[in-house]
């Protein structure tokens, strides 16, 4: 079933168009759930984009979408929108070259180990910024910002991760990366510079999930350290990327759609062992279903092609 | 304002480097990266509270509970749970993201029940919380019994690993596996050991630190993630490393937390980890090569 392009970009076009549509028709509710759908479609596809093909599992997911709901909170009264979004980009991927530059030269287990830590990290250093030198721990946001409007730029922002993340898989990077994923030591043989791949598309990722924590940030009306580096949040992405499949660039969607349907039942209904459900839920997803539904999906289209 | 904190630094450091070595023993022989670890170091003190408030047990009397039930459980926890991913892993790396993300799944689980039992409060209890005087400085009783108990149980696994025939086999699977295989070490067998040792030792962590630390169910984590920058700092696998790199840390927090302010302890610690990967990421004492 291969479409050619013009049909394939009309479609999108179409479906965008559709879906920006969402706003003026769904009530209070379903627009606060296909925001949140957004949001986490944004953090799992940014995810993936780069756990995907090099397999370094990254834990800091949080730390970044924090670092941009922070910038807000402090910036966001003071000036102006964009300009806001544009300081809470440059933190984000200042960050993300740290840690990237730091880490991802060596082996994946160090990487894995800085972003265990990274957003309590964060989140320790906020907290003694704001009770040392501002002295006010805990912000409350009043941001002239609508909900149709928070919707309308996850939604660019969903537009923007999904080109990226064709741009890259047609690229000399995306090609650099899958052997990287697969043999590193032969990745470095062929001449891949294996760590400025790394290290730039860990920044990009970084830079997806601070836009969506700054975007997301006007949500809340008091935002403290606690709230904006909750460690649910950056597990909650990598249990949906890994349902969905991470190495289709669609893959994490088709983990986004049922488990945030699945935490908002889970979270109205069962509070206080959601974090108990949560682990079971993505202990049966690593056990059971390693490669994802998407990973499902092909195996059996593969297999329903050979025996035809 | 020197030897109060060097002192209360050594304690802190000798349970970093007490946990740590459960730690590397998992990681450096079982090679599972254990996310998890710091889940049981909580649990068990919150048993060994549990056991001194309703039944009176004096909590140096629960080490003898609470880690033989720790290494049952950790030794279940290998064989239900990881060994079916060391069957499905092709290669080492495989595994290494498989245990890493089964084990955050179990974070959540563990930390999950302990939360819905104890709630996020803080707990504490009194246990010889008697001021003694050491060179002038006064400290209480149980962190230095707590620092005492480290350096025994300490002592005792080096002896163990060093001077028994069982160690020898567990260090053998640590530098290679396939090869231990050849001089009939039942290599399964010995990473199940080593797993269980290491909850054993991290379950021993959990009631010193209860003693004399307040806790709650959330600091599993932090625990965690300290002791994994303790075997990196030290080198997988090396036990005088981490207790090396145990009290340097312990140490350094203890430090930051006295001279420059208490909120920044968890930025020394990333410091430290920091000049570690950029100078000498194959750890203090670690060979070179990986």
């Known amino acids: ?308 | 304002m020197f030897l109060e904190p060097l002192l209360t630094g050594i304690t802190l450091g000798g349970m970093y480097a007490l946990v740590a070595m459960g730690l590397t023993l998992q990681y450096g022989v079982a090679r599972i990266m254990n996310l998890s670890y710091g889940e049981i170091l909580v649990a068990a003190a919150f048993a060994v509270l549990w056991l001194f408030t309703a039944a009176g047990l004096n909590p140096l009397l629960g080490l003898a509970v609470v880690v033989p039930a720790a290494f049952i459980v950790s030794w279940l926890i290998y064989r239900i749970l990881l060994l079916p991913l060391v069957r499905r892993a092709k290669t080492r790396d495989a595994l290494e993201v498989d245990s890493i993300l089964a084990t955050f799944g179990l974070l959540f689980v563990v930390q999950g029940v302990m939360l819905v039992i104890f709630g996020g409060a803080y707990y504490s209890y009194s246990f010889l919380a008697i001021p003694v005087n050491v060179f002038g400085v006064t400290i209480a009783a149980n962190r230095l019994l707590a620092l005492a108990f480290a350096a025994v149980i300490g002592l005792a696994l080096y002896l163990g690993l060093t001077r028994t025939r069982a160690g020898t086999a567990l260090r053998a699977v640590a530098v290679d596996p396939v090869s231990a295989q050849l001089v009939a070490i039942d290599v399964r067998a010995a990473a199940a050991m080593a797993f269980a040792l290491g909850g054993g030792l991290v379950a021993a962590g959990g009631v010193l630190v209860s003693m004399f630390l307040t806790f709650n169910a959330n600091i599993g984590v932090v625990f965690t993630m300290k002791a994994l920058i303790v075997v990196i700092m030290g080198g997988v696998g090396n036990m005088l490393g981490a207790l090396v790199a145990g009290l340097i840390l312990g140490l350094t927090e203890t430090f930051v937390a006295t001279w420059i302010d208490p909120g920044l302890t968890l930025a020394a610690t990333y410091t430290i980890f920091l000049v570690i990967l950029l100078v000498r990421p194959q750890g203090l004492f670690g060979r070179s090569g990986r």
């Open chain 1, 1 to 308: 079933m291969m479409l050619s392009l013009p049909v394939k970009l009309i479609g999108t076009a179409a479906l965008v168009a559709l879906l920006a549509c969402v706003p003026m028709v769904a009530d209070g509710y379903r627009l606060s759930l296909a925001i949140s759908l957004l949001n986490y479609t944004v953090l799992a596809t940014a995810w993936a984009l780069f756990s995907g093909p090099t397999r370094y599992v990254s834990l800091a997911t949080v730390a970044f979408f924090g670092i941009g709901v922070y910038t807000v909170a402090v910036l966001g009264e003071v000036l102006a929108w964009p300009l806001v979004l544009l300081i809470a980009l440059g933190l984000g991927m200042f960050v993300a070259l740290i840690v990237g530059l730091a880490t991802l030269r060596l082996s994946g287990v160090y990487f894995v180990i800085f972003t265990f830590g990274l957003a309590e990290l964060v989140r320790q250093l906020v907290t003694w910024f704001e009770v040392n030198i501002t002295r006010t721990l805990g912000r409350y946001v009043f941001l002239d910002v609508t909900t149709d409007q928070i919707y309308w730029q996850l939604l660019g922002l969903t537009v923007l991760v999904f080109v990226a993340g064709i741009l890259i898989r047609r690229s000399r990077l995306g090609l650099a990366l899958r052997v990287i994923g697969d043999d590193e030591t032969v990745a470095r043989h062929i001449g891949i510079n294996t760590t400025a791949a790394k290290v730039a598309l860990f920044v990009l990722s970084a830079s997806f999930m601070t836009l969506c924590g700054a975007i997301m940030a006007p949500r809340w009306s008091y935002i403290d350290p606690a709230i904006a580096f909750n460690p649910v949040t950056s597990f909650q992405v990598l249990i949906m990327a890994l349902l969905g499949g991470v190495h289709r660039l669609y893959g994490p969607l088709l983990g986004v759609v049922p488990l945030t349907l699945l935490f908002e039942f889970l979270l109205a209904n069962f509070p206080n062992h959601f974090s108990i459900l949560i682990g079971i839920a993505f202990m049966l997803i690593v056990y059971a279903i390693p490669q994802g539904i998407a990973g499902l999906l092909e195996k059996l289209t593969k297999r329903k092609g050979a025996a035809s």
